[in-house]
């Protein structure tokens, strides 16, 4: 257990208006929480602080070679007026997986949920009640030692900030169109593809500004070796439902085993339809589209949620889904993931965690 200690902002800053569109990591709230890694000492000095600029010196480790992690998860304003957050341990497990892949010290599970719980609790006044908004938080860890040689840093500092969000997607729930990526590859098998790092982001940004000046909203990425089977999109994991079957990439190394995926997937075992993890081609997805057997296609993850794809682009081809609209399945998913986040829906799986 950390022994947290809390100062406070003698400056609280203005919130915006409950009717003001959020957007999404755009607004920051009054604290964050910080704590330092020490070799020799591990990780101290837990503390809730105010949130400043960082002082660091320009040959940080973290500037120069990537050495960092990141995590996503959202705090909710549930209907009967507590606060909650969902799944926390999945995103400190995570956390630690993407460590051990960086050489970044392990957090324990129990301090990295502590942390969670103590820094959004400070700025509880700070989470959203508008419909489809939440507060997203952001831990991270950066490598701090001052120094250029390619090695694992001695000193780290891991962060906790928190932004009131709305939807990610400018859309909202309207369904997105996505680009299937056939010359830049993202991840490969022994790379970082699992880990929540930013270098894999970095890598993918090429490729979503050619999607992006196509029309379309993200980058649906293809295996780095064959480019023929369906990895990830962007910011979330991809799923199809063909002939009835809900189909989903396999954990295979190279795409993020998403929170929300993992949700996805036991629900939809828990309502008797039938779920593969496997390989997908993108000639299967052709195929089924041609055959007619394509019935939805949506994407998940934290900021996302759930988000139906109206439009996939493969070379000459656009596919269109379901019309362009939203799917019964999607819908249905949506309503009770968010269900289950506000409070709405019972919480069969023990996902939701309060934090008053
Ligand atoms: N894949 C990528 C590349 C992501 O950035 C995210 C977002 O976190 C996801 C998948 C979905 O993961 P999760 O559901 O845990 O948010
Ligand atoms: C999340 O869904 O939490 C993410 O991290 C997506 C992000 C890259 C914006």
Known sequence: MLDIKIQKTSSPKKKTAADQPLGFGKIFTDHMFVMDYTEGKGWHDARVEPFRNLSLSPAAMVFHYGQEMFEGLKAYRGDDGKHYVFRPDMNAMRTNNTNDRLVIPRIPVEDFVQAVKTVVKVDADWIPS???????IRPFIIATDEFLGVAPSKTYLFIIILSPSGAYYESGLAPVGIWIEDEYVRAVKGGMGFAKTGGNYAASLIAQVKAHDEGFSQVLWLDGVERKYIEEVGAMNIFFKINGTVLTPELNGSILPGITRDSVIKLCKSWGIPVEERRISVDELLEAQANGTLEEVFGTGTAAVISPVGKLRFKDEVMTIKDGGIGELSQKLYDT????????????FGWRVCID
Do not use: F, H, M, N
């Open 130 to 136: 508008a419909p489809g908004t939440s507060l997203y």
């Open 337 to 348: 993931v968010t269900g289950i986040q506000l409070g709405r829906i019972e919480d069969k």
